[in-house]
């Protein structure tokens, strides 16, 4: 069939939209229509260059949200009606990650994930003769992709696509994290550095949680408002604080924090995350994703006493157990997603994007089919 894409045909140049050629299902794979897609921070990582691992020409987009149209061969947990969102991180239930119940970083696809290609090793998307590679096993910046059955969270049906696709990133890494990841307890002291579209989700699962404190650290004061909303009790701005930032925070919190998060991808603020943490038990969750080739540093004697350092990917959520249930939170109005949806754009507009998340206007920009 023919379908239209934002086509990265080169590092550092605009998407293109494109009518684009893909293929039908083949065997544990579903052809997928979808509704909306939110435009995330790696998705500008790989369209900018600066991912090493980036793979060109490419159809990007990782947090979206559809329907199901037609399932390959041997396709049972899903129907076409089904309404579903894509899963970078898939839930196979069968490999060793999945079956030790002590990762969700399922294995059964990476490999070919990793390459751009489907798990038969080949492309379903191509321009003429020319494959276009698959992102992130997603490829949600398309209004059809084809995608493998455990990558796929089916969902309620009442739910809207244009806030629910933001739970195929954003909201899931931010919310998990607190609840899948740190298991913060009611009653914690939270400290939260970077108040964006990742950190915004930290601070509601905290409050969620039960948290006490929930401390909020940006450089950007017009984060404090939207961050009061979802339940931030203090504001600091590292740029007003005088003298130490970690011994500011270790006061504030009286003698540490319980839990601490990265969400913004500073190898510096990640060293300030664990340093501020409760001397004894105190962890810090890595979610910032830092530049290639970057590295982390503090003394031993940090972890020594008793600090926990910890990372974080699509907030520890087994997809297809876990996501449906977040869908159902929203639904429920035990989260709130509405506001953090700052901005919305058809496919043809989508390089403002970009544009929108680099000026820090936008938390999260939707793109409806
Ligand atoms: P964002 O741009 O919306 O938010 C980042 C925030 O950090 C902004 O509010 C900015 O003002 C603030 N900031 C920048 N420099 C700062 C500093 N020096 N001190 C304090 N605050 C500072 O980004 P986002 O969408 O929230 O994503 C944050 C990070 O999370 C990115 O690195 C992204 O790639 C990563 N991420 C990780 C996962 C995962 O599974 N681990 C999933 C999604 C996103
Ligand atoms: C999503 N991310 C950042 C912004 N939006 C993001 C990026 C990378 C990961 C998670 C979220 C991530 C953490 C650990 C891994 N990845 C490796 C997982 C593994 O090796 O099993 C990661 C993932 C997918 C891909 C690359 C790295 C990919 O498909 N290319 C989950
Ligand atoms: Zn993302």
């Known amino acids: 069939m023919k379908t239209r894409a934002a086509v990265a045909y080169e590092a550092g140049k605009p998407l293109v939209i494109e009518t684009v050629e893909l293929d039908g299902p083949r065997a544990g794979e579903v052809l997928v229509e979808m509704k909306a897609t939110g435009v995330c921070h790696t ?86 003769k020319t494959p276009i590679h698959h992102y992130m096993g997603c490829s949600t910046f398309a209004q059809h992709s084809v995608l493998p059955e455990i990558a796929l969270a089916r969902v309620r049906p009442d739910a809207p696509f244009d806030k629910i696709c933001y739970i195929g990133c954003g909201v899931t890494t931010g919310i998990g994290a607190v609840i899948y990841t740190a298991k913060v307890e009611p009653g914690a002291n939270v400290v939260v550095f970077g108040l964006g579209g990742i950190g ?103 972890l020594v006493t008793g600090r926990v350092w910890k990372g974080s990917a699509f907030g520890g959520a087994r997809g297809r157990t876990d996501v449906p249930k977040i869908v159902d939170w929203y639904m429920e109005r035990k989260i709130e997603i509405d506001p953090l949806i700052t901005h919305k754009l058809p496919l043809e507009r989508i390089n403002e994007a970009f544009e929108l998340m680099h000026s820090g206007e936008s938390i999260r920009t939707v793109v409806e089919f």
């Not at 998705?43 to 399932?71: C, K, M, N, Q, Y």
């Not at 999945?98 to 994930?113: D, F």
Request: a negative charge; glycine letters at 14%; one cysteine or more.
């Open 200 to 302: 915004l989700n930290v601070i509601q699962g905290a409050r969620m949680a039960g948290a006490d404190k929930i401390i909020g650290v940006d450089i950007n004061p017009a984060r404090e408002h939207m961050a009061r909303h979802f339940g931030l009790t203090h504001f600091v701005n590292p740029t007003e604080v005088e003298g130490d930032l970690v011994a500011y925070l270790v006061e504030l919190t009286g003698g540490g924090a319980d839990y601490s998060f990265e969400c913004v991808g500073n190898t510096k603020l990640m060293r300030q995350a664990l340093e501020c943490c409760h001397r004894g038990w105190g962890v810090s969750v890595v979610i910032g994703v830092a530049g290639s080739g970057q590295e982390i540093a503090t003394r031993p004697f940090q």
């Open 43 to 128: 998705d500008e990582f790989t369209r900018s260059g600066a991912d090493p691992e980036g793979l060109f020409p490419v159809i990007l987009g990782h947090e979206g949200a559809g329907v199901v149209l037609e399932v390959g061969a041997g396709v049972t947990s899903l129907k076409p009606g089904d309404h579903v969102i894509p899963l970078y991180t898939p839930e196979c239930r069968g490999c060793k990650s999945c079956l030790s119940r002590k990762t969700n970083l399922c294995t059964a696809i990476r490999a070919t994930q990793g390459k751009g290609l489907m798990p038969d090793g080949s492309s379903r998307f191509r321009i003429g």
